[in-house]
T-cell receptor, first 113, second 116 residues
Framework: DVKVTQSSRYLVKRTGEKVFLECVQDMDHENMFWYRQDPGLGLRLIYFSYDVKMKEKGDIPEGYSVSREKKERFSLILESASTNQTSMYLC????????????FGNGTRLTVT | AQSVTQLDSHVSVSEGTPVLLRCNYSSSYSPSLFWYVQHPNKGLQLLLKYTSAATLVKGINGFEAEFKKSETSFHLTKPSAHMSDAAEYFCVVSEDLSGGYNKLIFGAGTRLAVHP
C-alpha cells in the first residue's frame, strides 16, 4: 500500500514565522501535490511537482513556496505565516498519467495566531 | 476550463436507505472523473474512477457512479447506507496538462450523515 506521511498532524505558529510542512511518500511516485482544504471550498491546489527539482504553481501559490530535492520528499514553505493561512494542508502523490489516482496523507492542521 | 459542482453540501439518510450524492461537471472533452471519500481526521481515499470505459463504475464499499455525458453528471450511489459511510465525499475531474501529467479539480464536497 502507498503511504504518504505528513510530519505533523497539528501545528500552531505565530504570524510572521517561517513554517515548513514536510511530506514523504514511499512508492516512487513522480508527481507530488500540496493542497489546502477549507470548509465549503473543497481542495485547492497550491503547488505540484512532477519530478525532482521541478515545481509548478497551482491555483493559489501566493504566500507559499515548495522544495523537492529528493523524489520521495515534497516540502511546503510558508515564508511568513499569516492568519489567513490557517487551514488543513494535504499532501498527495501519484504516478504520471491522466488517470492516476492521488494518494493522500492524513493532513496537517495549521493554526496561525 | 474544467469545473465540477456538487449540488448538495449536506445529505442526511437513515441507515439501510439508499444514498445519492450528486455531481455535475463541465469539460470540453471526455473527462476522467473520480469520487474520493474523507473520513474524520483522515486524508482522502479513492472510491472509484471513470476513464471512458464502462459508464457504470463500481467502487469500494458498495458505491457506484454512472457517467452520463448528455447530462454532464457523475452521481454517486449506494443501495443501502451504513453508519460507517458517514464522511465527506468529493467529486473530482481530471484536467490534462502538457507534459503527460494531470491536475485534479475538486468539488466543494458533500457531507453525508447516516442516522440509525
Amino acid at each position: 500500500d502507498v503511504k504518504v506521511t505528513q510530519s505533523s498532524r497539528y501545528l500552531v505558529k505565530r504570524t510572521g514565522e517561517k513554517v515548513f510542512l514536510e511530506c514523504v511518500q514511499d512508492m516512487d511516485h513522480e508527481n507530488m501535490f500540496w493542497y489546502r482544504q477549507d470548509p465549503g471550498l473543497g481542495l485547492r491546489l497550491i503547488y505540484f511537482s512532477y519530478d525532482v527539482k521541478m515545481k509548478e504553481k497551482g491555483d493559489i501559490p501566493e504566500g507559499y513556496s515548495v522544495s523537492r530535492e529528493k523524489k520521495e520528499r515534497f516540502s511546503l514553505i510558508l515564508e511568513s505565516a499569516s492568519t489567513n493561512q490557517t487551514s488543513m494542508y494535504l499532501c498527495a502523490s501519484s504516478l504520471h498519467g491522466p488517470n492516476s489516482p492521488l494518494h493522500f496523507g492524513n493532513g496537517t492542521r495549521l493554526t496561525v495566531t | 476550463a474544467q469545473s465540477v459542482t456538487q449540488l448538495d453540501s449536506h445529505v442526511s439518510v437513515s441507515e439501510g436507505t439508499p444514498v445519492l450524492l450528486r455531481c455535475n461537471y463541465s469539460s470540453s472533452y471526455s473527462p476522467s472523473l473520480f469520487w474520493y471519500v474523507q473520513h474524520p481526521n483522515k486524508g482522502l481515499q479513492l472510491l472509484l474512477k471513470y476513464t471512458s470505459a464502462a459508464t457504470l463504475v463500481k467502487g469500494i464499499n458498495g458505491f457506484e457512479a454512472e457517467f452520463k455525458k448528455s447530462e454532464t453528471s457523475f452521481h454517486l450511489t449506494k443501495p443501502s447506507a451504513h453508519m460507517s459511510d458517514a464522511a465527506e465525499y468529493f467529486c473530482v475531474v481530471s484536467e490534462d496538462l502538457s507534459g503527460g501529467y494531470n491536475k485534479l479539480i475538486f468539488g466543494a464536497g458533500t457531507r453525508l450523515a447516516v442516522h440509525p
